[in-house]
C-alpha cells in the first residue's frame, strides 16, 4: 500500500495543511458550547490527521533525489506543532518549554510551517496536484479509511486524557479550569500593563466620566466564564454594571456599534445587541481586581473569549461603524 505514496499524499498533506490553519483560528474565536466542540474536534482530526500520513510521506523523501535542509527543517516545526498542540490537550497551560505555554509554542509553530510550507511547495509543485479522478468513488473510499484513522488518533488522544483524569473538566473550547483566585495576568500580546489609580481614574462612558466609586456602587453579581485562548478557564462572580444601564438609549438610535477602549489603547468593538451582556465590572468574587487583572475596571463579556474582556478601561463609545469592520483578533 505504501507504493501508492505520491501525489495524492502530498495534497492530502497540503489539505490537512491549511485545514488545521484555518480551524486553529475558529476554535481561537469561538466560545459556544457547540460551534467550540466542533472547531476543536475537527481542528484535532486534521491536525492528527498528518500523523497518519506520516508512513506514505516518508517513502516520497525517500524516493526524492536529495533531502534538502528547508524540508527537513519543514518536518522538524510540524512535530513541533503537534507535540505542543497534544501537550495543550493532554496538559494544559502550566506545563512552560522556555517560558512560553503550550499554545504559544503551537500557534508560533504553526506561522514558522506556512513559510516552509510556501517554499517546499513552490519547489516541488507539480501540474494538475488535484485530478477529477481523485473524486472516483475507489479513491474516495481510501480517502473515507485515512478519515477514519484520523478520527482513531484523535479520540486515542482524547482518551488518554480522560484516563490521566487532567481531562475531566475541560470546557468545549478545550480550556482547563483554574480557580478564580489563579486567574493570571494575562496579556494577548505585547500589550503593557499600566498601573492606574482608583481614587482618580475616571471612565468616559458615552462622555460622561465615571469614577471608578460610582460604578463599584452601581455593581451587580454577574456570573461568567474567563476563557483564554492560552487554555484556561475561570468561572467567577464579578461585579459589575451592564453597559445598557449606562449609555443614554436615545443616543442609541444612530450608532451602530460600541468601543471599549484601554488606557493602552487595546480595543474591541461590539455589536450594540450585546450592550445588555457587556458589563463595566470593579471585583472578581467580592474582591477589587488587581493591576495585572484589569484595576481599577474592566470589561466582562459572558459567552466572548477572553481577548474581548478589555482590561484598564478607559473610554466606552457609541460609533457609527459597524462592529464587523475590524479585525477578527486584538492586534496588540
Ligand atoms: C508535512 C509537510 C511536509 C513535509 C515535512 C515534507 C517533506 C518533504 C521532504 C523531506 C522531501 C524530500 C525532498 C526534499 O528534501 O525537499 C519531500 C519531497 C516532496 N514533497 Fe514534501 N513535505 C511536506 C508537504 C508537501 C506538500 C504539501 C507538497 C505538495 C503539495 C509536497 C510535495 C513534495 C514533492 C512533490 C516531493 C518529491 C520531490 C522529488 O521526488 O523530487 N510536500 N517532502
Ligand atoms: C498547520 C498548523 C496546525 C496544526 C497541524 C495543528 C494541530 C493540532 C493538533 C494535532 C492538536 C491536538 C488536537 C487534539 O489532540 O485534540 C491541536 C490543538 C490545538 N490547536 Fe492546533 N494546529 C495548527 C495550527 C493552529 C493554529 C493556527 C491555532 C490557533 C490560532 C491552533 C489552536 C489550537 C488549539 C487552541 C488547540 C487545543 C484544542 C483543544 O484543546 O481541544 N492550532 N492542534
Ligand atoms: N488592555 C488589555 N486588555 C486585555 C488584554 C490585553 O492584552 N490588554 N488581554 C485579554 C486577554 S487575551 C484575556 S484572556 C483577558 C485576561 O484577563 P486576566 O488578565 O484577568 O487573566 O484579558 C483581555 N483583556
Ligand atoms: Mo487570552
Redesign the pocket.
Known amino acids: 500500500m505504501l507504493r501508492r505514496a505520491g501525489r495524492r499524499t ?2 492530502g ?2 489539505l490537512l ?1 491549511v485545514g488545521s490553519f484555518a480551524t486553529g483560528w475558529v476554535a481561537f474565536a469561538t466560545a459556544g458550547v457547540v460551534s467550540a466542540r466542533v472547531a476543536s474536534v475537527a481542528h484535532g482530526v486534521l491536525g492528527l490527521g ?1 500523523v497518519v500520513l506520516t508512513p506514505w ?1 516518508v517513502v ?2 525517500r ?6 535542509p ?3 527543517g ?2 522538524a516545526v ?1 512535530v513541533v506543532c503537534l507535540v505542543a498542540g497534544v501537550v495543550e490537550v493532554l496538559a494544559g497551560p502550566d506545563v512552560r518549554g522556555g517560558g512560553l505555554t503550550p499554545i504559544q509554542v503551537h500557534v508560533g509553530a504553526a506561522f514558522v510551517i506556512v513559510a516552509f ?1 510556501v517554499e ?2 513552490s ?4 501540474p494538475r ?1 488535484l485530478r477529477v479522478s481523485d473524486l472516483g468513488r475507489r479513491r474516495l473510499l481510501r480517502t473515507a479509511a485515512f478519515g477514519a484513522g484520523a478520527g482513531v488518533t484523535f479520540l486515542a488522544v482524547d482518551v488518554v486524557g480522560r484516563l490521566s483524569g487532567t481531562n475531566a473538566a475541560r470546557a468545549s473550547t478545550g480550556s482547563h479550569p483554574i480557580a478564580p483566585a489563579d486567574i493570571p495576568a494575562t496579556t494577548w500580546l505585547l500589550d503593557r500593563v499600566p498601573v492606574l489609580d482608583g481614587a482618580t481614574h475616571r471612565v468616559n462612558v458615552g462622555g460622561t466620566p465615571l469614577s471608578v466609586d460610582d460604578l463599584d456602587r452601581r455593581g451587580g453579581p454577574v456570573s461568567a466564564r474567563l476563557d483564554c485562548t492560552t487554555g484556561w478557564y475561570a468561572d467567577a462572580v464579578w461585579t459589575g454594571v451592564a453597559l445598557s444601564d449606562l449609555l443614554p438609549a436615545q443616543a442609541l438610535d444612530v450608532a451602530r456599534s460600541v468601543l471599549v477602549t484601554s488606557v493602552t489603547g487595546y480595543r474591541r468593538r461590539f455589536p450594540l445587541d450585546a450592550l445588555p451582556r457587556l458589563f463595566l465590572a470593579t471585583r472578581v468574587e467580592g474582591t477589587l481586581l488587581a493591576t495585572g487583572t484589569g484595576a481599577p475596571v474592566r470589561l466582562v463579556a459572558p459567552g466572548h473569549r477572553g481577548f474581548w474582556w478589555v482590561k484598564w478601561v478607559a473610554s466606552v463609545e457609541l460609533s457609527t461603524v459597524p462592529a464587523a469592520a475590524q479585525s477578527p483578533f486584538p492586534l496588540q
Open positions: 502530498n495534497l498533506l497540503l495543511l498528518l510521506k516520497v523523501a524516493r526524492a533525489p536529495r533531502l534538502t528547508a524540508s527537513l519543514l518536518a510540524v510550507l517546499h511547495v519547489r516541488h509543485w507539480r496536484l
